[in-house]
């Protein structure tokens, strides 16, 4: 499979067309590249063939540049578009690029500059046409029992609740915390033939061990200081249905000992109470802890791991499946953009690339929370590097841990100088260190600037 994406040349000077080709050629071989000699020829190719970058001269008679600028984004929003101008009109390019194009380069071209233009213009396309897939497939995954994601590990995952949900077996569902295991087990519920009944949650850590007891099994009127009435357990609530034990792990030994009993013989003993009542519960229980190790060391009971361990599936952390960052991120996005009722963001492709290569220990959860602050924190509809590098700020505002947080003026500033700093910095590459063009593209005087880089002791000539 090629990752070509097309080269189109457009250039009323033949020689200057077929040689820019040739030199492309040689760069870029695996490459569809084509040389047309105006306007109208070019419309015709992009009619015709597909193209993720056009390098088109500024002045030619007829359809000039500009004109044509406008009509291939109409045509094609995402494809890449750099003007090739004398040094007279480079005023000229430098509205060109508010109206859309990536670049510009003046003639006569140096080869070093021209494959560098190509070479981000070129990922850049590649990097839009990978979103408008990965859309394509997140508009595919929006049913309930759907994961978000294509890649290997996700889809072995698919595949393995696809296959338990069939059963009534007892599924372990391990993973590390904020890979969604609660998701997991919801999902094997909504497949199963139990979906029409309940599906109840216990959050085992969250209930303290005098409590979980009463909690699972219920208990009768007396059984305790404060049980006034008859409480049925979650056992008899999720009768018929399906029960998650969430983190397993960190039930004690006793409450261990009466599950055990309740899974072998299917039937629960509320507390305080001599009779038994039978229940039909299928048991999910979840678990980011290594329990052969918590076997070991004799705080879980092996016969009830093997009872909980018939079936099981493993949650893949999101370091093990990147390739879906970038889906998760715009599925996150979309949520939070209808949760706080604003029309819906896109994401730049240095911001798409900067999430995929982005560490999230805390996995789809952490991923999940960063979308969301960034959503908040973010005004313009499309989110750019910055502002990912600005809620990145946001978030290591606190001080040394033993101080708490900053001031407020000092965290403030904080925030505003590595806003500005990483501001002025993807300013500079993207000009190449020239401070007159990135005054030009901030609105700000070329005076300005050059304070603000003085200030934050910014060379602009290590960009060049």
Known sequence: ?????????????????????????????????????SGPEAIAALENDAFGLMLTDLNMPGMDGVELLRRAREMHPDMSVVMLTAYGTVETAVDALKIGAYDFLTKPVEPKDLFQVVDRGLERSKLLGENARLQDLLAKQTGPN?????????????????????????????????????????????????????????????????????????????????????????????????????????????????????????????????????????????????????????????????????????????????????????????????EMKVKPKTMSPDAVAYLTTKSWPGNVRELQNFIRRLAVFSFSESLELVHLRLVEGLDGIPGEETQGLAPYKDAKEKVVDDFTRTYVEELLSGTRGNVSKAARQSGLSRVALQKILKRLAVDAGTFK
Not at 16 to 29: D, V
Not at 222 to 247: M, N, Q, Y
């Open 146 to 338: 759907e994961f978000v994601g294509d890649s290997p590990a996700i889809r072995r995952l698919k595949d393995g609740v696809a296959a338990v949900a069939e059963s009534e077996y007892t599924v372990l569902i391990r993973g590390e915390s904020g890979t969604g295991k609660e998701l997991v087990a919801r999902t094997i519920h909504q497949l199963s033939g139990r979906s029409k009944k309940p599906l109840l949650t216990v959050n085992c850590p969250a209930i303290p061990d005098q409590l979980l007891e009463s909690e699972l099994f219920g208990h009768v009127k007396g059984a305790f200081t404060g049980a006034d009435r008859d409480r049925k357990g979650i056992f008899v609530s999720a009768d018929g249905g399906t029960l998650l034990l969430d983190e397993i792990g960190d039930i004690s030994p006793g409450i261990q000992t009466k599950l055990l009993r309740a899974l072998q013989e299917g039937e629960i003993r509320p507390v305080g109470s001599s009779k038994t009542i039978p229940v039909d519960v299928r048991i999910l229980a979840s678990t980011n802890q290594p329990l052969e190790d918590k076997i070991k060391d004799g705080s879980f009971r092996e016969d009830l791991y093997y009872r909980l361990n018939v079936l099981n599936l493993n949650v893949p952390a999101l370091r093990d499946r990147s390739d879906d960052v970038v889906i998760l991120a715009r599925h996150f996005l979309n949520i939070s953009c209808e």
């Open 1 to 37: 499979m090629t990752n070509a994406i097309g080269i189109l040349i457009v250039d009323d000077e033949k020689d200057f067309a077929t040689g820019l080709a040739r030199l492309l050629g040689r760069q870029y071989p695996d490459e569809h590249i084509m040389a047309v000699l």
